[in-house]
């Protein structure tokens, strides 16, 4: 651990009869505090928790083998939103035919604002009662990755219990490139 020397220090003396003393030098060995050094590093490696994957819970139905016993949504609480390309947002509510599309099909985007998506959000869940409220969410297929999560954060800052991830169907993905190219050519 630590040593002294003890070997003479070239013993000049100042004059008769005057010993000098000697010298005594410390060498210090570190090598047990380095031993300790790396015994704390790994200790602390394997102490401490890895920072845990970040994941939005999602609370799934249960299978059901008879189709009539799925949930079921009222024409009235439901609420479909379409997610376009160039974080376009399309929505309507209740059953899209061809003689509502007009007036029932509208455009959003995904601002705070008057025209974003989550005040349309909010105007349905205020005028529908909460047990009938089902929003169904449908990208299409030139929607980016982002818009699909920035759509579920959506769902949980507006506290949406019961919400859907469904394909968009060939009629709807027409009305939204048509929607889409109205927009680019005002």
Do not use: W
């Not at 015994?39 to 890895?50: C, Q, S, V």
């Not at 609420?79 to 899209?96: A, C, Q």
């Not at 990208?139 to 579920?152: A, E, M, S």
Request: proline share 3%; aromatic share 6%; charged share 25%.
């Amino acid at each position: 651990m630590a040593e002294l020397d003890t070997s003479s220090g070239g013993g000049h003396k100042k004059g008769p009869g005057v010993k000098k003393s000697k010298k005594l030098s410390t060498r210090v060995d570190l090598t047990p505090m380095v031993d300790l050094g790396f015994l704390l590093i790994t200790f602390f490696i394997f102490t401490t928790t890895m920072s845990q994957p970040t994941a939005m819970r999602l609370i799934l139905p249960k299978d059901t083998e008879k189709p009539e016993d799925q949930n079921k949504a009222k024409e009235s609480g439901a609420f479909t939103i379409l997610l376009g390309k160039d974080n376009k947002v399309f929505y309507y509510e209740g059953i899209l035919t061809t003689e509502n599309a007009s007036t029932n099909f509208k455009s959003a985007n995904f601002s705070s604002g008057e025209e974003g998506i989550r005040n349309a959000i909010l105007k349905k869940k205020a005028n529908t009662i909460e047990k009938n409220l089902v929003i169904v969410i449908k990208p299409g297929n030139d929607c980016t990755y982002k818009n699909v999560v920035d759509i579920l954060d959506e769902m949980s800052v507006n506290v949406i219990k019961r919400y859907a991830l469904v394909d968009i169907s060939d009629i709807e993905g027409q009305l939204v490139k048509k929607s889409e190219a109205q927009t680019i050519a005002q």
